[in-house]
């Protein structure tokens, strides 16, 4: 019979209407309200961030901070720069095209601070442009050397006879062509059902892998859990087995060679994406000349097995 454990950390209450506790990307479908934030949470959201959001980012703050001081220099008065053309739009052009080689501290020549206004504002600015670049900087290296992991899991788990028996299987790969070393697994199933006061709860169980940890992986690692009689899931029918409002929840961790550490990657599955009486089709095959060569598409390909 299979063991209830402890809450793993996502808490016992459930809703009627609750949605998955990991999100297909990993990261913990949680809302916060009324959090109280900080500055040093927009370094982790600028090095966490896509390399498109994180590029606007830059150029709109790069934008902001030379309107603002172009704005100081047409208040202050381009012919302190440069001769006035009379139009407001050309001179303000040209006091941000001088913030701009100010800022970069590129000094073409064309365009040089008179007075002791404009040479206070173009040094003030030269300092904010020494500091933002060295920011930028720094989030351009958390970039790179954060850790991160590279697991890519298969879309859906199938449900196959397996030994003798049913079982559930999923797998996974390295999106990198880095091997993953020493990989380890834990796998947490929860249930969602009403007690006796007619309120949802969640039960937890550790489920039971053929396999919790290789030492190497190259290619690509299918995770079986065989449905017996330790299983929390051989009390019911294996066609209700998609009706069950659960979710499968999984750890990996593994060392990384580029970042010599170990990394975690979350993810989680619920019943509905589960495909009963389905195989994988192997996503690795050797070529002509021996080696081995490993199809990243077929990761979450599956054929319809026949049911004996």
């Known amino acids: 019979m299979a063991k209830e454990i402890k809450d793993p950390g996502v808490g016992k209450s459930s809703n009627k ?16 309200v009324n959090r109280v934030t900080s ?16 590029f606007l980012w830059v150029l709109l703050g790069y934008t902001l901070v030379n309107v603002v001081f172009a704005l100081v220099y047409t208040f202050l008065g381009v012919s302190n720069i440069t001769e006035p053309t009379g139009s407001f739009f050309e ?114 169980y ?16 299918t995770i079986v859990h065989p449905i017996n009689k330790q299983s929390p899931l051989c009390k019911y029918e294996r066609d ?17 060679e580029s970042f010599k550490q170990e990394v975690h990657q979350t993810h989680s599955y619920t019943f509905l994406e589960l495909k009963k009486d389905h195989r994988f089709v192997p996503a690795f095959y050797y070529d002509k000349n021996g080696y081995v060569v490993l199809d990243h598409d077929n990761l979450d390909k599956t054929v319809k097995t026949e049911i004996l």
């Not at 009706?243 to 990384?256: P, Q, T």
């Open 17 to 32: 209407h609750a949605k998955r506790f990991v999100n297909p990307d990993g990261s913990f479908n949680i809302k916060h």
């Open 39 to 54: 500055l040093s949470e927009s370094y982790k959201y600028l090095v966490t961030i896509g390399w498109g959001k994180f």
């Open 91 to 204: 001179d303000f052009a040209n006091a941000f095209f001088f913030s701009a080689q100010t800022i970069t501290t590129v000094g073409y020549g064309a365009m040089a601070p008179k007075g002791i206004a404009y040479g206070i504002v173009s040094s003030i600015e030269a300092l904010v442009g020494l500091l933002s670049f060295s920011f930028v900087t720094g989030l351009l290296y958390g970039r790179f050397s954060r850790p991160r992991s590279s697991i890519r899991f298969s879309e859906n788990m199938v449900l196959r006879k397996h030994n003798d028996g049913d079982s559930i299987m999923f797998r996974l790969m390295s999106r990198s062509a880095n091997v993953m070393i020493s990989p380890k697994i834990e796998a947490t199933l929860t249930l969602s059902h009403k007690d006796e006061d007619e309120k949802f709860v969640n039960n937890f």
């Open 206 to 221: 550790k489920l039971e892998l053929e396999r919790n940890s290789i030492t190497y992986l190259p290619t690509t690692w």
């Open 240 to 256: 209700k087995l998609t009706e069950l409002k659960g979710e499968v929840l999984i750890l990996v961790s593994y060392y990384d």
